[in-house]
């Protein structure tokens, strides 16, 4: 929040092949007027690469979306149903794709050198940066900088490294989704579990991650169904209506996962049941917006490579709004404002998921570092290429 949000360590599982399709007859097309059917349909393994190149971009944009959105809330019901119901399925989705492109994780030296560079480096370098922007952009010089307590959009890739470590665990047990959710509920009623690694997060979140791992390319593909992509919309007009209705009377800290139901004044109780509950709706969520995800290449497609790059440069613009009170102008908090605000947002987040923007951060999101690697590790010996499973699994799927 590489295959979830940069592209290596792509699945390589074909989908089956694809009926040939209408032309849209858009700029990316052959110019052939609208109605004709291609004569040469996309590969397979093209399509399956486009899909979740689709749905990584869409999701970013929505996770820059729902920034923006935060500080309207107050004075906007619309922003704040639009703010719950995007909370509810963005890093699930994210969460997902990453349990999905992680199947083949089994900790070998070249796996936990990419889980290395992919991950905990990044976070060992964005927890600095955002920690030294905070200080000056908030005039708060004496502000800590702490590797255990991951602050803003970081929890993300220290959650991500917990899981991936893990995953060889899931792959043995018979039953690991009932499981993880099992560990999610007991998680969201121990407050005592603390701000260290932002274990809540870790662990409420952790039920989405192995679902990934349970999902297979035929589940992706029931979603497409035309059945499925008619029901999803009014299922997520139910959706908006709902949160409209819930906004003044829920706490949404409960889309967070980052606290257990007492730190929220709720019984503990409430705790498994709505971690369950939100589990239900992420599901149903989730499904609707995979469903409508283009699967073929679109003009965006390129950008779902880079959405890690979005994902943690994009923090530093959200968090200085905040500190630079740019949301101070009333007519931000008007129905033109809040419309412009959407746009600045996934405009901003496209362009830092743009190929020029992750060359020149590349050192710092995507290092090689071969001089940190014994010589075996930094260069591994060519391996049959499996086509059943990903063949980079170690970095941010």
């Known amino acids: 929040m590489r295959q979830t949000l940069w592209t290596p360590g792509r699945f390589r599982a074909p989908l089956p092949a694809a009926r040939p399709s209408v032309d849209a007859g858009g700029p990316r097309g052959d110019g052939r007027a609208h109605g004709t059917v291609s004569q040469s349909a996309p590969k397979p393994d093209q399509q399956r690469e486009a899909f979740f190149d689709n749905a990584k971009y869409l999701a970013i944009v929505l996770v820059a979306m729902g920034h923006a959105w935060e500080p309207l809330r107050d004075d906007s019901r619309a922003a704040a149903a639009l703010y719950s119901t995007v909370y509810t399925f963005h890093m699930a989705a994210f969460i997902v794709i990453s349990g999905y492109f992680s199947r083949s994780f089994e900790a070998r030296p070249e796996q936990m ?145 980052r606290d257990s139901a007492q730190e929220l004044a709720a019984p503990a109780w409430t705790g498994p049941v709505m971690t369950l509950a939100l589990f239900g709706c992420s599901l149903i969520l989730m499904a609707c917006f995979f469903a409508w995800v283009p699967r073929r290449r679109m003009w965006f497609s390129a950008l779902g490579a880079g959405t890690l790059y979005g994902y943690l440069l994009h923090g530093f613009l ?77 970095r941010w799927a």
């Open 113 to 257: 050198r990419r889980l290395v560079t992919g991950i905990a480096v990044p976070y060992v370098v964005f927890e600095v940066a955002y920690t030294l922007f905070k200080r000056w952009a908030d005039d708060d010089p004496t502000y800590p900088i702490s590797l255990l307590d991951p602050w803003y959009l970081t929890w993300f890739l220290i959650a991500l490294f917990i899981w991936r470590l893990t995953t060889p665990i899931w792959k043995t047990l018979r039953r690991p989704l009932p499981l993880a959710l099992a560990i999610a509920a007991l998680a969201s009623t121990s407050p005592s579990i603390g701000d260290d690694l932002d274990l809540q997060r870790v662990l409420q979140f952790l039920p989405f991650f192995v679902l990934g791992l349970c999902l297979r390319p035929e589940h992706f593909r029931l979603l497409h169904r035309r059945e499925v992509r008619i029901a999803s919309v009014p299922v997520f007009a139910a959706a908006l209506a709902v949160a409209y209705w819930a906004a003044p009377r829920m706490n949404a800290a409960w889309f967070y996962h």
């Open 318 to 394: 959200a968090k200085g709004s905040r500190f630079w009170d740019w949301y101070a102008p009333d007519w931000l908090h008007r129905p033109l404002g809040e419309i412009t605000v959407t746009l600045v947002a996934a405009a901003v987040i496209t362009v830092l998921c743009t190929p020029p923007v992750r060359r020149i951060f590349r050192f710092m999101i995507e290092p090689r570092m071969p001089w940190a690697f014994r010589r075996e590790t930094a260069h591994p010996a060519p391996t049959r290429h499996d086509h059943n499973s990903p063949d980079k699994a170690g």
